[in-house]
């Protein structure tokens, strides 16, 4: 494991250390006379420019710093700069100057680490396998390390997060993977299996890295999946293994999955030994076995009525009726229309509707279309992908749709129709807790919990949050 952590050179260090990160101008100007003034006039100059010109500058300081035999402040300035470069290829440039400062400062397993983040930003795929850890209690077999063996132990059971529509290790796994988004650069598959003497399967975990952020599960958090009643015992080896692929990867946190109904006193234990931040959010879905009458009782009250106005004077078609060429590039216009920008362009699009994966339906009056909503499948599980509208409606078409697409689920046999995660805590971007307001219009069934993001990665997180 990687245990090697930056420690301040001197006083002046700690203290630049902190201020930088605060970035607190009238802290920074007190400490400038202590400084040469070189040095000094770019700290001036970088808390008075736009964001846009900073990268450079904070680059420079931290080459300034290094001469000046400092070692926390340095990483801090270099970290502003990758904070502010949107695109994977321009933060490449600064992890290899980075790893070339770090390898000449004595800290190889840093620079080798920063190394690996600068090919994952070019989209390369890294040189190092991760360690695969084993105790008493099981041993780690991962994709990364052993892609056949986790391949041929994933083929031997039903895996219950096939039917999660946001951790499902199949389908949502390939789409994510095969994402190529300038900003992201490459992701990389870490998920493993625990396995008990015999070779036999006790824990599932799946899990990824993307950017340099966290260690993370696709969009959602990591859950640790017990698949035998021994799993439980090999929760601590799971945890340290998550410890291990956050430390490799370079990343800073590890984004925990924790239920309300699923207390597990190894994984508390585990985080209370980290600086770590956890967020409410709930799960929330629609039981196709309930009558629709009852699903419709559930909806919020103007989105019930809306529904009910919707059913008599909209037209509902759907990409199993034929015409998803159309529904997907008005789904990707209106999309575009709104300022955003859509996961899936509009050939990936339908093309995964033309495997079964995905459906498109859509409603319009006589005139135009007004709201489109993607689907996908997850075994017996619908997932709601998105929704799109056109801006100028007196009224939202939306519910309609939404009920008419939660009918077609129940009247093709599913069993659920998952909305998502809600993500409702004020820490959360006024966005996403928009989206979550629109979904939990929908329902009354949300299973509770929280997401966990442990400082358990790079060595240097616990400096900064005084750790």
Request: aromatic letters at 8%.
């Amino acid at each position: 494991m990687f245990q090697a952590r930056l420690v301040a050179s001197s006083p002046l260090d700690a203290r630049l250390h902190d201020l930088l990160w605060s970035q607190e101008p009238a802290g920074i100007t007190a400490v400038l006379p202590l400084l040469p003034e070189g040095t000094g006039r770019l700290l001036a100059t970088v808390i008075s420019i736009g964001p846009a010109e900073r990268p450079a500058l904070w680059v420079t300081i931290a080459l300034h710093l290094d001469q000046l035999g400092l070692t926390l402040s340095p990483w801090v300035a270099f970290r502003l700069a990758l904070d502010l470069l949107p695109l994977a290829a321009d933060r490449a440039v600064v992890y290899r100057m980075r790893a070339e400062w770090l390898a000449r400062i004595g800290h190889d397993d840093q620079a080798e680490r920063d190394q690996g983040l600068a090919m994952r930003m070019v989209r390369q795929q890294p040189c190092r396998a991760v360690m695969e850890l084993a105790d008493a209690s099981g041993a780690v077999v991962c994709v990364q390390s052993s892609p056949e063996e986790f391949k041929h132990l994933i083929r031997g059971f039903r895996s219950p997060l096939l039917c999660d529509p946001l951790r499902d290790p199949s389908q949502t796994k390939l789409s994510f993977l095969a994402a190529d988004v300038p900003e992201y650069g490459l992701p990389v598959d870490l998920s493993f299996l625990i396995v008990d003497a015999e070779g036999r399967p006790l824990l599932q975990v799946e899990c990824d890295v993307l950017q340099d952020s966290h260690l993370g599960c696709r969009s959602s958090a990591i859950e640790i999946i017990g698949l035998s009643p021994a799993g439980e015992a090999a929760v601590p080896l799971a945890l340290r293994q998550l410890e291990h692929l956050a430390q490799w990867s370079g990343v800073d946190d590890i984004r925990l999955q924790l239920w309300d109904d699923q207390p597990r006193p190894a994984l508390a234990q585990w985080i209370a030994g980290f600086p770590h931040v956890s967020r409410r959010m709930r799960r929330a879905t629609i039981d196709l076995a309930e009558g629709m009458d009852g699903i419709l009782a559930n909806f919020r009250q103007t989105s019930r009525n809306l529904a009910r106005w919707g059913q008599r004077a909209l037209e509902f078609t759907s990409s199993w009726q034929g015409g998803e060429t159309e529904l997907a590039h008005v789904y990707r216009t209106m999309v575009a229309d709104s300022g955003r920008r859509s996961a899936e362009g509009e050939d990936d699009l339908l093309a995964h509707v033309g495997r079964g994966e995905f459906a498109l339906y859509g409603c319009r009056d006589a005139q135009r279309w007004l709201a489109v909503v993607m689907v996908s499948f997850h075994a017996d599980v619908v997932n709601y992908g998105g929704s799109a509208r056109a801006a100028d409606q007196v009224k939202s078409a939306l519910p309609a749709l939404m009920y008419h697409v939660v009918a077609d689920a129940k009247q093709r046999g599913f069993r659920q129709f998952c909305l998502g995660d809600l993500h409702e805590d004020p820490s959360f971007s006024s966005k996403l807790r928009s989206i979550a307001a629109f979904k939990a219009g929908f329902t009354q069934a949300f299973r509770c919990g929280q997401w966990c993001d442990v400082a358990a990665g790079w060595p240097h997180r616990s400096v900064r949050l005084g750790g």
